[in-house]
């Protein structure tokens, strides 16, 4: 079992810049994969960006993200970060930590981040 927990939502105007935080804990050297997804409201959860944590990492961003949006891992916290800058209205949304670990998948509780135009 992998548990995890996020912090660093929040409610910022367009084009300031939020960081997004993960803890893993419980099994967590079974980790191959990390990522962050975001569901707005009305709409399906999505992608944003995601970390592989075999064979050194490897990075997938949506391309709605790209280069506004870093994803990051610190193996010796073991935390995964999302650095947003310039944001925008449409990144409003829950989102929510992802980790593989032996092949299960484990969510986060979902942290909210809202940008007002």
């Known amino acids: 079992q992998v548990q995890l927990v996020e912090s660093g939502g929040g409610l910022v105007q367009a084009g300031e810049s939020l960081r997004l935080s993960c803890a893993a804990s419980?099994?967590?050297?079974?980790?191959?994969?990390m990522g962050w997804y975001r569901q707005a409201p009305g709409k399906q959860r999505e992608l944003v960006a995601t970390i592989t944590t075999v064979g050194g990492d490897s990075t997938n961003y949506a391309d709605s993200v790209k280069g506004r949006f870093t994803i990051s891992r610190d193996n010796a916290k073991n935390t995964v970060d999302l650095q947003m800058n310039s944001l925008k209205p449409d990144d409003t949304a829950v989102y929510y930590c992802?980790?593989?670990?032996?092949?299960?998948?484990?969510w986060g509780q979902g942290t909210q981040v809202t940008v007002s135009s």
């Open positions: 419980g099994r967590i050297s079974s980790i191959n994969n």
């Open positions: 992802r980790v593989i670990a032996s092949y299960f998948v484990y």
